[in-house]
């Protein structure tokens, strides 16, 4: 018995000893980062600017694998089924650790168990945005023509559960007021209508409305991040216009599959500071209405826990059953 227990011993001693060699070298080959959307979108973009960056700072590649299907979930699934080596990588985001969870019956992974947070990347708000014809320039003025045509004004979304529909959710129930969903299939149908002036507000992503806005085919009233971008600064944010503790963003992260080896996990949250926290990188992110956020795994953490909390709460609330 006493020569097997030293056995085992030395087995595992000797595990641990590759695993520690392992990490020491790590990275010895290009890593993938997954990105669980099409080309083009969000998701991409932020992904091969963090790729391109990491890349340089850990003298290897990072290719990013699109992997569009199933709103985010295959890529999400793949990711976590991985070998827990540092080399893939999800670039997870708010729809995929933090809404999905509420919203799908058999989500074929676990946002909090099959995950190693590393760090979030960035976060960028939605902006308040109504037709000119609306008789309203401000949120409060807004709220108050709500209340007098109860029920009688609408807002758009790119779809049921959307992050957009679940962000005017949120107001309806902080302002007290009654306004009628109308999906559309997809975000850019519902702000083409919203152009048209076939619906009266919708909460966009900055991106998309901007043009729009500075050319006065819609009036932004708000972000809604707790502090005002860059990108517009003269609109205010929804707890400036009086909605205390309002707040939604499109944030990314990025995470390592679960049981990721310590001395891996940590090189990568140095080198992803680092990358992120780049002036190029910064100037990138500011172009797309983007915030580096850069924090530390256990913040990351936390604030997915906190976000999946937040949302849980308003899709409860609305009765959206998962599916």
């Not at 990711?79 to 985001?93: C, E, I, K, Q």
């Not at 619906?199 to 500075?214: D, E, G, K, R, Y």
């Not at 939604?248 to 891996?264: D, M, Q």
Request: aromatic share 6%; with cysteine.
């Amino acid at each position: 018995m006493g020569s097997l227990i030293r056995l085992c011993l030395f087995a595992l001693g000797f595990a641990c000893a590759g695993s520690i060699a392992s990490a020491q070298g790590y990275p010895t080959k290009p890593v993938r980062l997954i990105a669980p959307f099409a080309p083009g979108g969000p998701t991409d973009i932020v992904a091969r600017v963090v790729s391109q960056r990491l890349g340089q700072q850990l003298g290897q590649t990072v290719v990013v694998d699109n992997r569009a299907s199933a709103g985010g979930a295959i890529g999400c699934e793949i990711a976590a089924r991985s070998a827990p080596d540092g080399y893939t990588l999800l670039l997870g985001s708010s729809g995929n650790l933090a809404v999905a969870p509420s919203l799908t019956l058999r989500l074929p992974y676990d946002p909090v168990k099959d995950f190693q947070p590393i760090t979030q990347t960035t976060s960028g708000p939605q902006i308040m945005v109504v037709h000119p014809s609306v008789a309203a320039k401000t949120v409060q003025e807004f709220i108050a023509l709500a209340k007098t045509k109860s029920g009688s004004l609408n807002f758009a979304s790119g779809g049921t559960g959307m992050s957009n529909h679940l962000a005017s959710e949120l107001f309806v129930m902080a302002a007290k007021v009654s306004i009628v969903h109308v999906p559309y299939k997809g975000t850019g149908p519902a702000l083409t209508e919203l152009l048209g002036g076939q619906v009266q507000m919708m909460m966009s992503s900055l991106l998309p409305a901007m043009p729009h806005i500075q050319s006065g085919r819609l009036r932004g009233l708000a972000v809604t991040s707790l502090k005002r971008t860059a990108a517009l600064p003269e609109i205010p944010t929804m707890v400036e216009s009086g909605l205390a503790g309002f707040e939604t963003t499109s944030w990314h992260g990025v995470l390592a599959p679960a049981r990721v080896a310590k001395n891996i996990a940590s090189r990568l949250h140095a080198e992803l500071v680092k990358a992120l926290n780049h002036a190029e990188v910064k100037a990138l992110f500011a172009n797309q209405g983007m915030d580096v956020v850069a924090n530390t795994p256990g913040e990351f953490a936390a604030y997915i826990r906190h976000e999946a909390q937040k949302w849980s709460g308003v899709i409860k609330t609305i009765g959206l059953k998962p599916q």
